[in-house]
């Protein structure tokens, strides 16, 4: 069956459950105008509308993950427009956002409750250890564009910020269990209780076991389980002070396909700390905390890390129509590597600190209607010195439900040590590679035409410089002679059709143009790099309340052909039935791309597979 057929097949299927819904929504879910008007806060670091955010930001809520079925972070972004998530083998990933789709995602910061996951030595941020209970994940913020400004180097095409719910949330137990075909099984429980008049707190755990993907040649090797655990508690201390303490410890084993088939043995932990304190109506700081430890062994390398962070926020009404954010932080990270075969660092141990400042000074030009917003961030770090990531953004707001918005921002991707430091079979590392420079232009539409639509519209052009390059050296090299511009745009709708039915549909658009330096002799990179992310991108997610307390959620996605990998374009079908006997317990079955057999994301040498799962949620 063709493309065409397939999607008009499939929608109209979908459509015709519409009749046989009716008025039942789960009470978590949010209408329309609550959607428009929630609080996000990774725009400018403080609480703000969504329809009035001066950026490209797209909120992945509970109830989205909840009716979704994905079973992982990554996959849920996949409800973003904009972002690209495709699986390598069964537990690694490639995401980006807005085109330089890779492994580690270097182009993106992602960040879980404010800290910051990048992992300084190869650039990235390892997907496969980034979980949690995903029941207590409050929402999922996506801005689209560089975002150093507020949150530093790195923030290079886009910020991730996974924000999990206060504990006073999540008081009472949760239980749930289930397993199937590529899903073999997992399982999760919580507990949240109360402290005292003033304080409470939940304790989780959680475990899975995931098949392998399939490969041609039987070879299915990338099997792989995890378990974590964690905890979160707030503390109301007085009227005018909040303090939040939360951490979680992981472990797992993930099969890696090698020419000796090998593991990758993994290991971490981290605890935060935040102090908030309003001052006044118009005034407050927050004080945060955290440290992480990694220890990853994997067949090529091993790294130990600890990492400490500190941040100080403020900010606060001026006289006049001025609100003036600033901060300060610090981070010290060390590492000690091990090199197997031709693999090593040079040096094997090294310490990192990075010292930043902020500022952002926002101006009504007409109250409540034109605002203007304007900062930089300076960050000093020990291989390209001092940075600066500056922006502007100006949004209107020509009525109370549409905002009109642009903005010119600046933002560098900092050296990591796999550039500096790596030295690998033939290949050298660059001690002269210096952070990579983006300045983009972005521009967007948001508004709310009737009481059930939200639309969202956002182009973009992004002129990159200075980024990585392959050379011959002694005898490969890295170097910054890579050059170019992105542009395209991103478009999101929400529609609520019926009381009991609701569409959602995302596109997204991509054009890469990059080339090489006069001077270069990098063959390959520029190739590699644009044929490594879709053109076109299209999803469609309904939520349907049919009788007896029962959901069905079809989640359909397109994505266009991958050029430099060779991965034809495909378009699959997610799908989960739900039914909810008692307030306390739900019955659930997923589908997971049910429709094909078998299919490639990112490489031939991994295909993804039609899986089922059941699971059992009990709730008290």
């Not at 009470?27 to 996000?40: H, K, Q, R, Y």
């Not at 939200?454 to 990585?468: C, Q, V």
Request: charged content about 20%; aromatic content about 10%.
């Amino acid at each position: 069956m063709g493309f065409r057929r397939r999607a008009i097949a499939i929608a109209a299927a979908l459509l015709l459950l519409a009749p046989f819904a009716r008025a039942q929504l789960d009470l978590t879910t949010l209408s329309i105008e609550e959607l428009a008007n929630l609080a996000v806060t990774s725009v400018s670091r403080k609480p703000e509308k969504r329809v009035h955010a001066a950026a490209a930001v797209y909120v992945i809520t509970q109830e989205d993950i909840r009716r979704s079925g994905v079973k992982s972070l990554p996959e849920a972004l996949r409800l973003a427009p904009g972002v690209h998530v495709a699986h390598i083998n069964s537990n690694q990933w490639a995401v980006s956002v807005r085109g330089f789709t890779s492994r580690l995602s270097r182009s993106v910061l992602v960040l879980i409750d404010g800290r910051s996951v990048y992992n300084p030595l190869f650039a990235g941020t390892y997907w496969e250890v980034q979980d949690t209970l995903l029941d207590d994940v409050d929402r999922i913020e996506v801005i689209r564009g560089p975002g150093g400004t507020l949150w530093g180097a790195n923030a290079f095409n886009g910020v991730i910020n996974i924000i999990t719910k206060n504990s006073k949330e999540t008081q009472g137990g949760l239980v749930k269990t289930g397993g199937g075909t590529e899903e073999r099984a997992f399982g999760g429980v919580r507990y949240g209780g109360k402290a005292g008049a003033s304080g409470h707190y939940r304790f989780y755990g959680k475990y899975f076991d995931r098949d392998a993907s399939f490969h041609a040649n039987g070879n299915n090797f990338d099997a792989w389980h995890n378990g974590q655990a964690g905890f979160r508690s707030d503390w109301n201390a007085s009227s005018r002070d909040n303090i939040t303490v939360q951490g979680d410890v992981y472990r797992g084993r993930a099969g890696q396909r090698t020419p000796a088939d090998a593991f990758s043995n993994l290991f971490g932990t981290n605890v935060l700390s935040r102090w908030s304190r309003t001052l006044s109506e118009t005034s407050g700081f927050t004080l945060q905390a955290y440290y992480d430890h990694t220890d990853r062994h994997d067949p090529t390398f091993a790294e130990l890390r600890d990492t400490g962070d500190l941040d100080f926020q403020h900010h606060f009404a001026m006289p006049g129509r001025q609100s003036l954010t600033w901060g300060l932080g610090y981070r010290n990270t060390s590492d000690s590597t091990e090199g197997v075969g031709f693999t090593f660092f040079t040096p094997e141990d090294r310490m990192l600190q990075t010292v930043s400042a902020f500022v952002q000074d926002e101006i009504a030009l007409v109250p409540d209607r034109l605002e203007l917003t304007f900062g930089t961030k300076l960050e000093n770090n020990e291989y390209s010195g001092l940075e600066w990531q500056p922006s502007v953004r100006l949004s209107g707001v020509p009525g109370d439900r549409q905002t009109i918005w642009s903005a010119v921002s600046h933002s560098v991707r900092t050296p990591s040590r796999v550039e500096r430091d790596l030295t690998f079979g033939g290949l050298v590392n660059g001690e002269d590679f210096d952070s990579e420079v983006v300045t983009a232009y972005e521009a967007g539409y948001r508004i709310e035409p009737r009481d059930w639509a939200l639309i969202d519209i956002a182009g973009f052009y992004n002129d990159y410089e200075k980024l990585l390059s392959l050379e011959p050296g002694p005898p490969f090299i890295f170097k910054n002679k890579f050059k170019g511009s992105t542009h395209g745009g991103e478009f999101a709708t929400d529609l609520q059709v019926h009381p009991s039915c609701r569409l959602r549909a995302t596109y997204s658009l991509l054009y890469m143009n990059l080339r090489t330096e006069s001077d270069s002799q990098d063959t390959t990179t520029e190739a590699n790099t644009e044929g490594s992310s879709p053109r076109h991108q299209a999803s469609f997610f309904a939520l349907f309340d049919l009788p007896h307390q029962t959901e069905i959620n079809p989640v359909v996605r397109y994505v266009s052909k991958l050029r430099s990998q060779n991965t034809p374009d495909y378009m699959e079908l997610d799908l989960r039935v739900a039914w909810r006997p008692t307030k306390m317990l739900e019955l659930s079955l997923v589908g997971q791309n049910l429709l094909h057999d078998h299919h490639p994301e990112f490489t031939q040498v991994s295909e993804m597979q039609r899986g089922m799962y059941g699971k059992v949620t009990w709730h008290w």
